[in-house]
């Protein structure tokens, strides 16, 4: 048991910052309970002001999805081994298959996606055969002339044949229903078999490195894991929280004395550490010099001959920007032009490196794009469905989807239900519509809106194919329009694939707020296809309401306003540093704000700027749960009732409750929906969560909100993080207040482009 730390950064409270009132029916401070430290940690796609002391530690930055719990014990008492495993095959089912599940459906269809690329690009290398473009009409008259030419048939065959009856338009069926989820629940895909896992311990223990690592070394690698690592010791790089010094150890310990940091093992390992770590902040790409600076703090000795190696070995690709026209990149043939300053008489140019799993992303996204903007039929008569809309900016998005294949709509919360409108309208003239949200709040949010359960899926649902209407003969989804909404949250590989399986004709509508923080995978889709205005965009001009759509509004465009709160829609509550930070959340959520307000704590999130420290999610949500729902944590430091949130796969973040535990795993309830997390990933994707990040809180909204800034949150604030975690709330917002000065100053401040990408320049040159 430890107690809660008193903090370290006090801050001058500033009350007035907001224009709130403060809340005069605070009880009085009581003792702070102490709390049991939380076994939970989970890290966001974005960087934090926690990514250095991370990096340091040999973790992940804090600000990722995907962060393990630390320690705890394991789920059940007397847990079953190996073959107890949720997913084997059952005596009772002879040959039959385990059902797919939800995680493992979405990585087959990733897999899926990048051997559609990989085949595509090779079709557009190789030659392509005469008339094997053709379609339609045009390849009826090429097959006829080839039929004559044989002497399989003569001209006469042709003329006396009765012309072909012109096909009608097809007209759409109803919207299918969802399938139903299946009762039992959804297992979590198995971890790496026992033996796999024993022989990786055999190669570490050689190596002198930790047994614990074992298992995260087999899942990493794959079956073959020990001899990958003995031909190649550096690939330790791709395990979680091993760093350089660890692996280089590692080496040499497996290798001797002879092995040197110029090692083209080590060096290429290097280079796809870098890029990799760069993407969990965001950028599918690194300038050619950061990553030789980075390189020379390793020891490389020629770090831009490195590079020319990597490139040359096909370990990462590098490209051309034009700095001036900001777009239009260029992939380099080779290593040899890696300069900064393109030859006298061009533009200068920057160079970049990139993993080609995010390159072939957004060329196909690209593409496929620009495919579907010029496939859709131009004109179609949705006047009647316009002038029926029930405000202006919903009859213009249906004028803009009428006459072109993809739109961007851009707009607060309250302009959701103009997407919702366009689908009400849609659905009406007998197309096939669906509308797809980031997550569970936001399809039942659209649900409600367009009065049609089976019009709604969450993204991932969709993707994975455990949502939605299914795919037609062809593969691709079986709908007309398709809304994506959220779409600040889409990483570029979803959006790839999402796009990918879009069939030509379909029309694609990408709405979202562009002032929210971007998606906790890599990219910046929807503000790269809005700064290349590569299809019309619709803005908005319904305003959020109330005294929080007041505020969150003011913010969006730099300007912390005062806001009149008769109802205390809004509240601040000054503290003098971390401990008294806790305390207070603690107070609002238990009691405060459902004695005040009648919002239960259940329906009440906190929102904090980082995992780490003395009032980051881990000690807040300890402090929550000993308050809320106390209780030994036997289950890998959870109990039923708890407040969790599940990591299926890095970049998504499912809140749920613990229903139960035994041998097969982790028992949650994720809203409605009853999955198991096997013992073995209990620790690697499921944490607590009363408290969340800003990341992990986009695209869902709550009826209250606490928003935690202590005093050293001071350096993860910017205008799109209060923007984003403000803009939670529904009903009641409180902000537990203690960075003074640095969250006017942090709203003040324009954003910054913080994401290196190439999927503008790419637009913009397929535009041309």
Known sequence: MTALPGGDAPGSPAADDAGAVADPATVPTPPSPPVRGEAGEAHEGA??????????????????????????????????DAEGTPGEETAGGEGAAAPLSETEAELAAQRELRERIEKRKAEKAGPIPAGGKLSGTAADLLAAVRAVESGEKTAAAFFDSPAPAAAPRRSAPAPAPNRPRPPEPTPAPRGPSMEAVAEVAAVLAEGGAPGALAGPTAEALGPQAAGVLRE???????????????ADAFARALLGPGCGPDDERRTTALIGRLLERAALRGHTAMEATAVHAALAEQAVSDPEATVRHAVAAGAVLVFQEDEEEDGG???????????????SGRNPVRVLLGLDRYALAEESLADGLARLAHACEKGADWKEAAAAAGSPSAAELIRAVAAHGVVAHTGGEAARTEPAALLVAARALGLRVLGAAHGVDGRRRLAEATGDPAAAVTLAGLLSDTEGPGRDE?????????????????????????VESLADGTRLVLSGDPGVLGSAGAGRVFADVLAARACPQVVSRTPDPGPIGELVSGIGIGELNQVAAPGREVVIVPVRDAGEAVHRTVQLVAD?????????SADTQVITVG?????????????????????????????????VVHVPVPGRTVPATVVSADAEGLHLDCAGERIVVPQQRVASSVRHGWALSAHQAAGTRWPA???????????G???????????????????????DQALPRAVAEPPAQDRTTRLRGLLEAAAH
């Open 47 to 80: 960087a934090t002001a926690d990514d250095v002391a991370a990096e340091a530690a040999g973790a992940a930055p804090d600000g990722g999805d995907d962060g393990p719990p630390e320690g705890g014990e394991s789920v059940g008492e007397g847990a079953a």
């Open 232 to 246: 190649d010791p550096w690939r330790m790089l791709a395990v979680p929280g091993v760093g350089p010094e660890q």
């Open 329 to 343: 990149p260029a992939a380099a043939e080779s290593g040899e032009d890696l300069e900064e300053n393109a030859p």
């Open 474 to 498: 062809e593969g691709a989804i079986a709908v007309d329009l398709l809304v994506v909404l959220d779409a600040p949250q889409v990483d570029v590989e979803s959006a790839a694939m999402l």
């Open 592 to 600: 405060s704000v459902p004695r005040a307000l009648g919002i239960p």
């Open 611 to 643: 995992h780490g420290g003395p009032a980051g999610t881990r000690a807040l949500n300890a402090a929550l749960k000993q308050r809320l729902n106390p209780g030994p944590g036997r289950f890998g430091g959870f109990d039923p009732g708890d407040r």
């Open 705 to 715: 909100v606490v928003v935690v800034l202590p005093g050293d949150a001071a350096q």
């Open 717 to 739: 604030l910017s205008r799109p993080w209060v923007y984003t975690a403000f803009g939670r709330a529904e009903r009641h917002l409180s902000v537990v207040h203690g960075v």
